[in-house]
């Protein structure tokens, strides 16, 4: 009898020892939980990037901060909700990003500006002036058009940290070295893949430093290092 009492404690002990390690076990993914969601929380906090996706032939260009997206996108890629979600949506869902809009710029002859964190972004695109100098000067030669033309634009240099040329634009490397004094340049994957090699070995020659969305992947410029 003795025995048989000895064996029921042991029992009844076994499935409360079982559910105290249970309950410690469960406290404890609870706290990793706890702890993982705000350290990811901190870390998407402090997030702040420049980044300009590698999509065919689109423009998409993103501007985080703190949970918070600024976008520069082309409406075809806006529309194109299969697009979005391979290449963009899933990116923002990692960085924690809860709020989005359209990123505001002002347009000047040499493009359009940026100021995002601290940071001058030249965005250079066909409907810009710089975009259209070479065109322009081998119309007008070197008559009174030319002189008229380059009026519009800043005699002195403008200063930019990151230029991007992004929808095929017609411009050398050489005008825009001219006119605007940057410490790199981004070509995104809605260019020509010729002209992004001119562009490209023209850099080489300059000692530029620049990067080919098409070629590279995409570019991710760190503000928060």
């Not at 064996?7 to 390690?21: A, D, G, H, Q, Y």
């Not at 001119?198 to 991710?220: F, H, L, P």
Request: charged share 30%; aromatic share 10%.
């Amino acid at each position: 009898s003795c025995i048989r009492r000895s064996v029921s404690r042991r029992c009844t002990r076994l499935p409360e020892e079982r559910k105290s390690k249970v309950l410690i076990a469960s406290l404890f993914v609870v706290f990793g939980l706890c702890s993982f969601n705000s350290f990811k929380q901190v870390q998407n906090a402090n997030v702040k990037e420049i980044v300009v996706y590698s999509i065919p032939k689109q423009k998409a260009i993103a501007f985080i901060s703190d949970e918070k997206v600024l976008y520069d996108f082309d409406s075809t890629l806006l529309k194109d909700q299969s697009a979005m979600s391979f290449h963009v949506l899933h990116n923002w869902y990692d960085l924690g990003v809860k709020e989005e809009a359209m990123v505001s710029s002002k347009v000047i002859p040499e493009g359009r500006l940026i100021f995002f964190e601290g940071k001058r972004i030249l965005i250079v695109d066909t409907n810009c002036i710089l975009g259209q100098v070479k065109v322009r000067k081998r119309k007008a030669g070197l008559g009174t058009g030319q002189k008229e033309f380059e009026f519009f634009l800043s005699k002195q240099k403008l200063k930019a940290n990151i230029v991007i040329l992004s929808g095929n634009p017609r411009v050398a490397l050489a005008d825009i070295t001219e006119h605007v004094d940057f410490d790199e340049i981004v070509f995104d994957s809605s260019n020509n893949s010729r002209r992004m090699a001119k562009w490209m070995e023209d850099c080489e020659t300059r000692k530029i430093r620049c990067w080919n969305v098409s070629r590279q992947g995409a570019y991710v410029k760190k503000l928060n290092n």
